[in-house]
């Protein structure tokens, strides 16, 4: 009895994992989710490329204390939000994402005028993070959403539901704070979540417990955006270094909405470069994804975004990224998002940056031939795309395998820098054969980045 007990238990544990159904999704390779094994391969972070300043901060209701910006496309225009100083909530907007500009709204007087961009001006609520409201049963006069920051006792506070018809007039959707008392003064970012049908926020809190005292992020879920969940903390994979997370810039990555891409501002509380400077600290923009928005990736510790050789950027919450991804209006191979500088200097400004479209990190070979092969998987599509670069004398190479690890195709190679382009197979196309049926990838590669792939239709 007990030996046939021990050989049902050997073959469960031996079965295959059930394959990944990735459908005809574009597949990032942010994380090693879909990665088997590897061979003289790296796996590399993109650094993104910084752009020009898109907003200077140098209105009398702005100043060296703006910041907390949040972005995004709105049909033809792309709307900005962010803190002014004193507490000033403010907007700009912009068609190609370079130039903003700042609406004379006419709503609040500043030293005598209306003519400005100020959307409401309070000193209990600011940290104002606004979003458009996909929700399809979302109320007429409900179509854009926000979070602000709200001032209690002095220090802590809680948050404060907004609603808009127009994104420019705004309403209190509830006078009390939506969620109990906390430390959530920095960019509490929400949005509707159209694949699991609620709103999430990612907000800002202090750590307890063996690791008390840093700076993280913890999650939260509404049916209406007034009642919220209790929250759940982001969890990381063992060893993963515990740091200082002031915000998170945390969104679906467009076009492939399945994963969460997080972007923190780390803060580096005890270190000091400048030394006229009053404050401490210093920061950069870290990088991470998930697959549910709780358990995050992070295999990437490096920066992101370095402070660079601008002085003004070693001083405390600078490179803090902006929450939003745009689709680069005229420019369909990169994505615009956005990055403070300049924090408490009369330059406060904001800067775009651009990455390559779903390139924000690849599996890369250098001069030495390397190859990866993917976990077993299911997916729908009649030929397979890939999102990749090489060097003049670079190539990739894909073989399509079983489940088995069975050669069942092999490509030819293909060489250049294309975000989507079709692979050509020895003996004719080979993918749409073997949609919904268990398969695996084999990349070989040499002087080359594979950022994506994709069976498309």
Known sequence: MISRCLVLILSVCCLAAAPIDVSSRVEMFVDQH???????????????????????????????????????????????????????????????????????????????????????????????????????????????????????????????????????????????????????????????????????????????????????????TSKDFVQWSAPTPFKYAEGVPIEHFYTGAVTRCPGAEHVWLAFPKRFVPERKRVASHKEVGVSDAMFMSSRDGVNWDRPFLEAWVRPGQDER???????????????????????????????????????????RKHGFASMRAGATEGEFVTKSMKYAGERLTLNFATSAAGSVRVELQDESGKPLAESEAIYGDELEQSIS?????????????????????????????????
């Open 34 to 220: 879909l990665i088997d094994k590897k061979q003289n391969v790296e796996h590399h972070l993109t650094e993104p490329t910084k752009r020009e300043v898109v907003l200077e901060l140098d209105q009398p209701w702005e100043g060296p204390v703006s910041a907390y910006y949040t972005v995004f496309r709105d049909g033809e225009k792309i709307r900005l939000y962010y803190r002014g100083g004193e507490d000033f909530t403010c907007y700009a907007e912009s068609t190609d994402g370079v130039h903003f500009t700042r609406p004379a709204l006419g709503l609040i007087e500043h030293k005598g005028s209306k003519a400005n961009n100020v959307l409401f001006h309070d000193p209990q609520d600011t940290s104002f993070a606004a979003f458009r409201d996909d929700n399809p049963d979302a109320k007429p006069d409900e179509k854009y959403k926000a979070l602000s920051y709200t001032v209690i006792d002095g220090h802590h506070g809680g948050m404060t539901a907004w609603a808009s018809p127009d994104g420019i007039a705004w309403r209190r959707m509830s006078e009390k704070s939506v969620v109990p008392f906390g430390s959530y003064d920095s960019l509490n970012c929400a949005s509707w979540d159209a694949i699991e049908k609620q709103y999430r926020v990612f907000d800002r809190y202090w750590t307890s417990g063996a690791f008390a005292g840093f700076r993280a992020i913890e999650t939260r």
């Open 313 to 355: 950027n070693w001083t405390e919450r600078n490179s803090m990224p902006a929450w939003g991804i745009i689709e680069t209006p005229g420019d369909p191979s990169t994505f615009s998002m956005y990055i403070s500088e300049h924090y408490r200097w009369p330059t406060n400004r904001l800067r775009r940056l651009t990455i």
């Open 425 to 457: 197979w020895k003996g004719g196309n080979a993918i749409a054969a073997h949609a919904g049926k268990p398969v695996r990838l084999r990349f070989v590669l040499r002087d080359a980045d594979v950022y994506a792939f994709r069976f498309a239709p």
